[in-house]
């Protein structure tokens, strides 16, 4: 079935495919909306721009694999992963946000995503329905940020940095309701004690515990960066700190060196010059900061514990966990393209606590998409994951960066790699996303064991699990539909699966490892 829906302007708003099955209500939010429902399908426009068109229910159910059977490695077309629903989002394009994930009422877990056009929508992974109270819209500002969840039920919180680098003055800290709408909104300068215009932040906002017990803090377009308590929106003591330059790299937030407070561990841009009597140079920086910033410090650069200092941008948001020798923790990153002949471009690089490298890895692309830390082959120990933006897909010894396999996609990738425990078997099942769609691959030897989603993702997979005890993946990109760019969104279920949690030690289930972002995996493997 095919519904084009026309607007007062006579444009085509939204189109509505459904193969049948009931859908539930979905929810008018503005006044200038449409609503058209059969049994069959519902849609809602919003502000003029769809923000919906109808659930896609899955195809007839495959034949069930045996409880803890996954598939054989080199499986051809979607192996073990069944489409339990899909959506696709008119006019409204996913681009580098992955899907955040949380339980905001009663039905359970739902994804959130944000779009290029600005809006912000949760969605139920047991059937794709709108959660009450979304989409939120931010009048036009893009979200290229992954949504961070803290709390759960009424009190959940939902964070989302608003903004693109093709409008740097535009955006700022947004902190949204479990029912979607806005909490607190804040927005920073570009220098210092206030001065100069707004900066956007494409950075998502981790959240952890800096100060006040529930913090948020993400790097901005412009030289400076907040953080602020989760509840009130209001900034915390030694912030906002003077980045020095841009920072689109999410932080991760590990109790490194006390089990009280969180610090702060990050990448960043640098450009040559001279602030505050510290000396940069061109390249970037990927640095720990005290939770307390600058706090009782004499300038708003100070407070850092410690930083590596490279010849390339690091726009890749660091993993932190134990991979290092003597099961000490280490922090890996990509790096970034913005400096031409830089020896620290298409590196993954590894340092201490003490910011000192361990090793760096050379890849065949560019490692702008962010690492894994995951026991891929399930021997106990923590290796790292990584993707290139040729689209080769590394596993790497996390204690020397040695290669332990690499598998070429023959897809571009932008998104970086996730993990899942293979059901009723120690080793981790990786997802790569890439131009053609997810890939699962065998972290035990890289070989593809399925392939779906026929739209481009340059964000990651989200991992979930189901209502029904299976393993649920989520997956959000970008196609073109009637010759415009808009959104899609999918969810999956591995066949034949059955767990009582995805968050198992040795996974990665999601961008920056969970739904705080935290950007660390602290459980013991043994």
């Known amino acids: 079935m095919l519904i084009l829906i026309a607007g007062d302007d006579s444009r085509v708003l939204f189109m509505i495919t459904a193969s049948g099955g009931t859908m539930p209500a979905i929810k008018r939010t503005a006044t200038r909306a449409c609503v058209i429902a059969t049994t069959a399908i519902a849609a809602v426009v919003i502000s003029g721009i769809s923000v919906d068109v109808a659930t896609q229910p899955a195809p007839a159910a495959a034949a069930e694999l045996a409880p803890g059977v996954v598939a054989a490695p080199g499986a051809v077309g979607n192996g073990p992963l069944e489409l339990v629903w899909e959506r696709t989002l008119y006019a409204q394009p996913i681009t580098t946000g992955s899907p955040g994930l949380g339980v905001l009422d009663e ?3 739902s994804v959130i995503v944000g779009t290029m056009a600005g809006t912000a929508i949760a969605m139920h992974t047991s059937d794709g329905s709108t959660v009450d109270g979304w989409p939120y819209s931010t009048g036009g500002l893009a979200i290229t940020s992954t949504p961070s969840v803290a709390g759960s039920g009424d009190a959940a919180q939902v ?14 800290y947004l902190a949204l309701t479990n029912d979607g709408n806005k909490d607190w909104y804040r927005q920073v300068t570009l220098y210092p004690n206030n001065r100069g215009e707004k900066r956007g932040v494409m950075s998502s906002l981790s959240v952890g515990n800096l100060y006040s017990g529930t913090d948020v803090i993400g ?23 003077l980045m020095a330059d841009t920072n689109f790299s999410t932080p991760a937030l590990a109790k490194i060196f006390t089990s009280d407070k969180d610090y702060i561990i990050e990448g960043g841009d640098s450009t040559a010059g001279t602030s505050y009597s510290q000396s940069y140079k061109n390249g970037g920086h990927l640095r720990i900061l005290r939770p307390t910033g600058n706090k009782s410090k004499k300038a708003p650069n100070d407070g850092l514990i410690c930083q590596l200092n490279t010849d390339q941008v690091i726009q890749s948001s660091p993993a932190v966990g134990r991979i290092l020798a003597n099961n000490s923790v280490g922090i890996v990153s990509g790096t970034g393209v913005f400096y031409s002949k830089a020896k620290y471009t298409n590196k993954i690089v590894a340092m201490n606590t003490k910011c000192t490298k361990k090793w760096t890895a050379l890849l065949d692309g560019d490692t702008r998409s962010s690492p894994a830390i995951a026991d891929v082959l399930g021997r106990g120990t923590l290796d790292v994951v990584a993707a290139s933006g040729k689209g080769t897909i590394y596993a790497l010894n996390g204690r020397t960066g040695k290669t332990i396999w690499s598998k070429k996609l023959g897809y571009s990738t932008f998104g970086g790699p996730t993990t899942f425990q293979a059901p009723g078997a120690d080793f981790q099942y990786v997802l790569a996303p890439t131009k053609k769609g997810l890939f699962m691959l065998d972290g035990r030897d890289g070989s593809i064991v399925a392939l779906v989603g026929d739209f481009t993702l340059k964000s990651s997979a989200t991992v979930s ?5 299976s393993i649920g993946i989520t997956i959000a990109g970008a196609d073109t539909i009637n010759g415009t760019a808009s959104g899609r969104v999918a969810h999956y279920k591995v066949v034949g699966s059955s767990v009582e949690t995805v968050d198992t030690p040795g996974a990665w289930p999601m961008f920056h490892h969970d739904p705080k972002l935290s950007g660390y995996t602290s459980q013991p493997l043994n």
Do not use: E
Request: overall charge positive.
């Open 219 to 241: 790097g901005s377009m412009g030289q400076m960066q907040l953080a602020m308590g989760a509840r009130t929106g209001k900034t915390i003591p030694g912030f906002p700190w």
């Open 107 to 109: 039905q359970g877990n």
């Open 465 to 469: 699990r189901n209502a029904d005890g």
């Open 159 to 172: 964070f989302i940095g608003v903004g693109w680098a093709g409008a740097r003055t535009k955006g700022g």
